[in-house]
Every structure is written in C-alpha cells, then in structure tokens.
T-cell receptor, first 109, second 117 residues
C-alpha cells in the first residue's frame, strides 16, 4: 500500500486555524485520501476524505495538491476537543485501511 | 444506529485461558475489520471480513481466530495468548466492500482493552 508521511507532532493555539500536512508521493490514481483522528482512550474517528478535489464538511476541510502528492487537513478553529492523533491514510479499492504513524496535535488554551 | 459496539471493554486473561471479543453493528455494513493497537502506536490491521467471508488475514498468529456468524456480528476468539498480545483491540465496519471500497469510510468501536498475564 502507498505510504504517507506526516510530522510527528504539531501545536496550535485554541481558536486558531490548524493546517496538518501529509505527503503521499507514491499515490496512485485510484487511491482515496482519508483522514481519521483518535482522541485519547477512544477508537479512531473518521474526519474527511477525497480523491482529487478539495472537500469540506462540518468537521474540517481537505486541500489536495494538483498532482495529488500531498494534502492538508484544515481545522478552521481549533478547540481543546480537537487534541488528538490525526492519521492521513491512502485507501485503494482493496478492502483495507492501513494507518501510518500520524500527527499528535496539541491545542494550547 | 450509527455505532459499532464492542464487548467487553476490558478483559484480563491468563495464557491458558480461552476468551472471545465481540463486535456488533446494525448499520447494514458488509465489511468488518479487526485491528490491534499497542500503546502510543497506530492501529495495525489484523483481519477483514467482506460479506461474512474472510478476505484479508495480515499474517496473524493462529492463537487469534476470527469469526463472522452474520452480517452484524464479528468475534475474535483468543486462545493461548502471550503477554505481548496485551493491547487495545478495535473493531470497525464499512458499507460496501465492492468496487467503491476506496471511498468507504470506516466506523470504529471504542475497543476492548486486553491484558494477558
């Protein structure tokens, strides 16, 4: 499966936007870009996904580079409840979902 | 119902015990997954069931035995485990394991925390 690279950790001030980057230079044409997050002591939670175009939902926005080799998850106003590990994952037509190491987001009050 | 329910939440077992973890969903999802997560590590895929048939086994030792009795239930039978098998076991489900699987999102349960003594 194609691999993703994310920073190990990031910090953000509360109420400010957060941009979480992900590199996936070996992405194939059929790979969807998925983001999940895992809050402490919980199972992972779906955040957003996309294929080629930028996507918005009530939780976040996903900006996908034109060549699809990188993407950015945007949280528009970070809250303390957004402190979590964020995973960027490439999902193919095969029935699997492999997690990378993720980015631990700390939100500073 | 948009949840995946896992029981028990916590399990302590000895190396000679036989126990089972249970996962249930009523969202009509036809793909179900088991993941293992060690502390401060990402989840690792163990098994995938697609339409109640085992479709992926990520070279998991035979002391872990999955079972999918119907489209709503997924079990993980545990026997002769080792202390290093202590971890959080996560169950997940997704809608259609067919051609559009890449777009399907997974819904995870809260996990069963297993301790092997």
């Amino acid at each position: 499966d194609a691999k993703t690279t994310q920073p190990n950790s990031m910090e953000s001030n509360e109420e400010e936007p957060v941009h979480l980057p992900c590199n996936h230079s070996t992405i194939s044409g059929t790979d969807y870009i998925h983001w999940y997050r895992q809050l402490p002591s919980q199972g992972p939670e779906y955040v957003i996904h996309g294929l080629t175009s930028n996507v918005n939902n009530r939780m976040a926005s996903l900006a996908i580079a034109e060549d699809r080799k990188s993407s950015t998850l945007i949280l528009h106003r970070a809250t303390l409840r957004d402190a979590a590990v964020y995973y960027c994952i490439l999902r193919t037509g095969a029935n699997n979902l492999f997690f990378g190491t993720g980015t631990r987001l700390t939100v500073i009050p | 119902d948009t949840e995946v329910t896992q029981t028990p939440k916590h399990l302590v077992m000895g190396m000679t015990n036989k126990k089972s973890l249970k996962c249930e969903q009523h969202m009509g999802h036809r793909a179900m997954y088991w993941y293992k997560q060690k502390a401060k590590k990402p989840p690792e895929l163990m098994f995938v069931y697609s339409y109640e048939k085992l479709s992926i086994n990520e070279s998991v030792p035979s002391r872990f035995s999955p079972e999918c009795p119907n489209s709503s239930l997924l079990n993980l039978h545990l026997h002769a485990l080792q202390p290093e098998d202590s971890a959080l076991y996560l169950c997940a489900s997704s809608q259609d394991p067919g051609a559009a699987a890449g777009a399907n999102v997974l819904t995870f349960g809260a996990g069963s925390r297993l301790t092997v003594l």
